[in-house]
């Protein structure tokens, strides 16, 4: 397959302006094309992933990414379509700004080209930008715009209504600028991008910029990808830990997994086929999952921390301990109830531990050999807290029967 077919192939291509150039330039030159993302939070999450490993893939074809942080649209803000949103300050734009470039340079290493559309849309007057680029757009064009024609019920801002303007500038320069051919974005994007051609067609005339928008990215029963029970998956590994993230991709449907290798992986077509083939031989096995959670956390976060989620998940599974790093037991304190041992007394802290609801309970735990400390039952209702053992001179893992813990933290 060529590159424009292996796009296809991969699900990575919903509305194409142009096909037959879209094709020539992915297929023939070596091009640069970009994709934009707008500060409107201090980290990125697992639902920017489909953007970011098409810009790796489109890399490992030959072709420079050009990634544009939104520092100066993010003070305006993409139209969302129920209501407007908060309007950031500008120390915070500029600050989530450098936040998600560093996550994203963590991600795309070699040959890349960061760029902050702050940088030329804050020295565009008010003048300038009604009389140069106003100019180009109808309000009729806007007005049928999908993203605009969902908030006219519920109304919208002239501040919002006038965000695909900004994000149309910022088009033209990079084409006129950084000679840019290609824009990527998801489907949702697409008003932005059309818009962005048709001002590069009146400004320049003919022109070979295209754009290429992506299907959202829902899961196999409608609801939207990236959201847990506790709420996003963020790239930020403070914000959900690399236990947390592998925990959410095992534990993705089989009617979504080869949706995912294609759209969140690196791996080429024939090793996808073999691993759904593999995976169909025991489902219960969950290897697709596995191949796939490895290989986002891998990507996000690196190998050591890949190990340190397995680890987790084998001790919690299997009730051993003693092998963790530091690193591990950090991520534990991120996932497990966790209490802060002062001079508790040993029924006190299993009541306050959250494994027992009353001293009553936790008495009648300990007799019957259901609490343990570090996997060693501890059966004595008067043991001595004090003896506990410390990993890290820290921490210690108090357990429930089988699959109930709580992380002791020593000060």
């Given at each position: 397959?060529?590159?424009?077919?292996?796009?296809?192939?991969?699900?990575?291509?919903?509305?194409?302006?142009?096909?037959?150039?879209?094709?020539?330039?992915?297929?023939?030159?070596?091009?640069k094309f970009y994709v934009g993302y707008d500060p409107t939070g201090s980290s990125l999450t697992v639902g920017h992933l489909v953007q970011?490993?098409?810009?790796?893939?489109?890399?490992?074809?030959?072709?420079?990414?050009?990634?544009?942080?939104?520092?100066?649209?993010?003070?305006?803000?993409?139209?969302?379509?129920?209501?407007?949103?908060?309007?950031?300050?500008?120390?915070?734009?500029?600050?989530?700004?450098?936040?998600?470039?560093?996550?994203?340079?963590?991600?795309?290493?070699?040959?890349?080209?960061?760029?902050?559309?702050?940088?030329?849309?804050?020295?565009?007057?008010?003048?300038?930008?009604?009389?140069?680029?106003?100019?180009?757009?109808?309000?009729?064009?806007?007005?049928?715009?999908?993203?605009?024609?969902?908030?006219?019920?519920?109304?919208?801002?002239?501040?919002?209504?006038?965000?695909?303007?900004?994000?149309?500038?910022?088009?033209?320069?990079?084409?006129?600028?950084?000679?840019?051919?290609?824009?990527?974005?998801?489907?949702?994007?697409?008003?932005?991008?059309?818009?962005?051609?048709?001002?590069?067609?009146?400004?320049?005339?003919?022109?070979?910029?295209?754009?290429?928008?992506?299907?959202?990215?829902?899961?196999?029963?409608?609801?939207?990808?990236?959201?847990?029970?506790?709420?996003?998956?963020?790239?930020?590994?403070?914000?959900?830990?690399?236990?947390?993230?592998?925990?959410?991709?095992?534990?993705?449907?089989?009617?979504?997994?080869?949706?995912?290798?294609?759209?969140?992986?690196?791996?080429?077509?024939?090793?996808?086929?073999?691993?759904l083939s593999k995976h169909q031989e025991k489902p219960e096995l969950r290897f697709a999952q596995k191949a796939l959670a490895e290989d986002?956390?891998?990507?996000?976060?690196?190998?050591?921390?890949?190990?340190?989620?397995?680890?987790?998940?084998?001790?919690?599974?299997?009730?051993?301990?003693?092998?963790?790093?530091?690193?591990?037991?950090?991520?534990?304190?991120?996932?497990?109830?966790?209490?802060?041992?002062?001079?508790?007394?040993?029924?006190?802290?299993?009541?306050?531990?959250?494994?027992?609801?009353?001293?009553?309970?936790?008495?009648?735990?300990?007799?019957?050999?259901?609490?343990?400390?570090?996997?060693?039952?501890?059966?004595?209702?008067?043991?001595?807290?004090?003896?506990?053992?410390?990993?890290?001179?820290?921490?210690?893992?108090?357990?429930?029967?089988?699959?109930?813990?709580?992380?002791?933290?020593?000060?």
């Amino acid at each position: 397959m060529d590159l424009f077919s292996k796009l296809q192939y991969r699900g990575m291509v919903k509305d194409v302006s142009d096909i037959q150039l879209a094709k020539k330039l992915l297929n023939e030159e070596k091009i640069k094309f970009y994709v934009g993302y707008d500060p409107t939070g201090s980290s990125l999450t697992v639902g920017h992933l489909v953007q970011i490993v098409r810009m790796l893939y489109l890399q490992k074809h030959g072709h420079t990414p050009v990634v544009l942080i939104g520092g100066g649209t993010g003070l305006i803000g993409d139209p969302r379509e129920t209501s407007e949103r908060s309007l950031l300050t500008l120390e915070q734009s500029l600050a989530n700004a450098k936040k998600i470039e560093t996550q994203i340079r963590k991600l795309i290493a070699g040959n890349v080209v960061f760029i902050n559309n702050y940088d030329w849309l804050s020295k565009i007057d008010l003048i300038s930008f009604l009389r140069d680029y106003g100019k180009y757009f109808s309000v009729s064009y806007m007005l049928h715009k999908e993203t605009v024609q969902k908030r006219l019920e519920t109304g919208i801002s002239y501040t919002e209504f006038s965000y695909m303007i900004l994000q149309s500038i910022d088009w033209l320069h990079l084409y006129q600028n950084h000679d840019v051919k290609i824009q990527f974005g998801g489907s949702d994007q697409w008003g932005n991008l059309t818009s962005g051609l048709e001002l590069i067609r009146r400004v320049v005339g003919k022109n070979d910029a295209v754009g290429l928008s992506s299907p959202l990215l829902l899961k196999a029963d409608g609801t939207k990808f990236g959201k847990s029970e506790s709420g996003a998956i963020w790239l930020d590994e403070n914000l959900t830990s690399p236990y947390e993230m592998y925990q959410y991709f095992l534990n993705s449907s089989d009617e979504d997994i080869e949706t995912y290798l294609k759209l969140l992986t690196l791996k080429e077509k024939e090793e996808i086929d073999s691993i759904l083939s593999k995976h169909q031989e025991k489902p219960e096995l969950r290897f697709a999952q596995k191949a796939l959670a490895e290989d986002v956390v891998t990507l996000i976060h690196g190998k050591k921390a890949l190990e340190n989620a397995l680890k987790v998940t084998d001790a919690l599974f299997s009730g051993n301990f003693n092998d963790l790093s530091l690193e591990a037991y950090n991520m534990l304190a991120r996932v497990l109830d966790v209490l802060k041992v002062t001079d508790q007394n040993f029924i006190e802290l299993i009541v306050q531990s959250k494994l027992a609801s009353s001293n009553r309970e936790a008495r009648e735990f300990v007799l019957n050999g259901a609490i343990s400390i570090n996997g060693v039952k501890i059966e004595d209702i008067a043991y001595d807290t004090r003896q506990i053992p410390k990993a890290f001179e820290r921490y210690s893992i108090i357990r429930r029967g089988k699959k109930k813990y709580a992380l002791l933290v020593f000060k």
